[in-house]
């Protein structure tokens, strides 16, 4: 004897004044750089939010290219190479440029792939990508005014720890809500790459 046909799954009740009908998820918001960019400094973690899983690399390659830029055209070498020779300057420029996107990338990866270790479970693109924005976003006012100023000058150091630190808490939210990690292990997954910039980068020499 042939088993009875399976029931259809049941349906849901018609919408009514008091239950209506279920409502689709509204699709997410495309998230352009610049808010990207500014939201960091004043809305940080609804950012993360909305830039969860996502990859950010044109923010990324931006910032890194107006840093590196602005690095390389602070040094004294560069000025002086270009009162010589201006192909040369340039030669140089896009030398710094390229070791800037090479370096930035790097910090990213190494921050996924010590999270990954820890146990995270973010994906790549999203938490490379999105490390090098806010490393940049978080660098850039003390770039700008390490330009102008000495390094060693008070306001300068200021402007590095005040910069560095918020680029370090930033970071840590970063790879939390990436990689669903606790605060003690986000925090170990940035450390190492936060302080070789804080020594090699911010703390160097700018002139």
Do not use: C, N
């Not at 923010?59 to 009162?83: K, P, R």
């Not at 994906?123 to 490390?131: E, G, K, N, V």
């Amino acid at each position: 004897m042939s088993a009875p046909p399976p029931s259809p799954p049941p349906q849901p009740p018609p919408p009514t004044l008091v239950q209506p009908a279920p409502r689709k998820p509204a699709p997410r918001r495309r998230l352009w750089w610049h808010q990207l960019i500014f939201g960091l400094w004043y809305r940080p973690v609804e950012v993360f939010d909305e830039a969860r899983d996502r990859s950010t690399w044109s923010a990324a390659v931006l910032l890194s290219l107006i840093s590196g830029g602005i690095g390389v055209l602070s040094v004294d070498a560069f000025h002086t190479q270009w009162a010589v020779d201006h192909a040369a300057a340039l030669k140089l420029l896009g030398l710094g440029e390229a070791g800037v996107l090479a370096a930035s990338l790097a910090l990213g990866s190494v921050a996924h792939a010590i999270a990954r270790t820890l146990g995270g479970i973010g994906r790549f693109a999203p938490t490379a990508s999105l490390f090098i924005v806010l490393f940049w976003v978080t660098d850039l006012p003390r770039m700008a005014i390490a330009a102008w100023l000495p390094t060693d000058a008070t306001f300068v150091q200021a402007a590095t720890w005040t910069t560095w630190g918020f680029g370090y808490v930033l970071a840590v939210l970063l790879i939390r809500g990436q990689h669903h990690l606790s605060t003690g292990k986000s925090a170990a997954a940035v450390s190492v790459q936060m302080l070789a910039a804080l020594a090699l980068l911010r703390l160097g020499p700018v002139h």
